[in-house]
C-alpha cells in the first residue's frame, strides 16, 4: 500500500498555547472542515467574553465561507493570512515541528487509528504536562503540587514522553 497522507485540523489558543484537535482525515474536503468545526465545543466557551476571539489562518480553498460563519457567530474574527506566508503563523508552524519531532518521527504509523491515537496522546501531553518557555516553563493546564510528596513518573507513547511529579 504505501505511505499515507493525514490531515489535522486543528485550533491553538494562542494566550494559553492549548492545542484543540479537531479532526483527522485522509480527505479534507470543505464538507469535512465545516462538519467538523460546527461540532467543536471549546468555540462555545463563552465563559472569557472580555478577551477578543480571533482565528488565524491560512488561504486554503477548504476555509469556505460557511467555515467562517460558523466561526463568527461564537464571536470570532478571521484573518487571513497573505499567499504563501507561513511565517505569519508561527504558533501553528511551531505546533506541527514540535509534534512531528518529538512524536511522529519516533513511530511507523499503522493507519489512521493509531495515527488519530498518536496525535491525541500527544496533544494531552503537550496540553497538560510538557513545559512551554512562553509561560514559564508551565504547561498550558498545570496544577500546583506540593513540595513534600513522593516523586512519581507519568510516562506516556510507550516511554517516549515522561513527566515526573509530586503527588
Aim: aromatic content about 12%.
Amino acid at each position: 500500500m504505501g505511505p499515507r497522507v493525514f490531515y489535522v485540523l486543528f485550533f491553538i489558543n494562542i494566550h494559553t498555547r492549548k492545542v484543540h484537535i479537531a479532526g483527522i482525515t485522509k480527505h479534507p474536503k470543505k464538507e469535512w472542515i465545516t462538519e467538523t468545526t460546527k461540532t467543536l465545543k471549546f468555540l462555545c466557551d463563552e465563559s472569557k467574553t472580555d478577551t477578543k476571539k480571533l482565528l488565524i489562518r491560512d488561504r486554503d480553498t477548504k476555509f469556505t465561507e460557511e467555515f467562517d460563519q460558523i466561526l463568527k457567530s461564537h464571536g470570532i474574527e478571521i484573518k487571513e493570512l497573505p499567499y504563501k506566508s507561513p511565517n505569519l503563523n508561527p504558533y501553528a508552524e511551531a505546533w506541527v515541528s514540535t509534534i512531528k519531532r518529538e512524536c511522529l518521527d519516533y513511530f511507523a504509523v499503522f493507519g489512521k487509528e493509531h495515527f488519530e491515537y498518536l496525535v491525541k496522546e500527544y496533544a494531552n501531553y503537550y496540553n497538560t504536562l510538557r513545559p512551554h518557555s512562553g509561560l514559564n516553563d508551565r504547561p498550558p493546564e498545570s496544577v500546583e503540587t506540593k513540595s513534600n510528596k513522593d516523586i512519581h513518573c507519568d510516562s506516556r507513547l510507550g516511554g517516549l514522553t515522561k513527566h515526573y511529579y509530586r503527588g
